[in-house]
């Protein structure tokens, strides 16, 4: 007997959702999504200024668990929080609202 795919059994629990419950997980993964991206901008930008997560955590006050958790996109971030890490950096952040695909 076949086992069955991840992807299968996504598609077999989308297609039991209502309307309503399809859109509020849509909305869940967007969110996951954007947090996720956001970590790996905020890891790209340590790394590129030969930071650990320590020492970045160190000019900005918080612990290392805290880096680690923005990196991977475990946590959202505020704008507050995006601007320390900017400022620790030596960069500046930049916000961008475009049309929904």
């Known amino acids: 007997m076949a086992r069955t795919t991840l992807d299968e059994l996504k598609n077999r629990r989308l297609a039991a959702m209502s309307d309503a419950e399809r859109a509020e997980s849509d909305e869940a993964y967007d969110v996951a999504r954007l ?19 320590r020492e970045l955590a160190a000019k900005m006050g918080t612990s ?19 601007h320390r890490v900017a400022t620790a950096l030596g960069r500046r952040i930049t916000v961008e609202l475009s049309a929904a695909s």
């Open 35 to 53: 947090a996720l991206d956001v970590g790996e901008q905020v890891r790209d930008a340590r790394e590129e200024a030969g930071l650990s997560q």
């Open 64 to 82: 290392q668990a805290a880096i680690a958790r923005l990196e991977s996109g475990g946590v959202g971030a505020t704008l507050t929080t995006l």
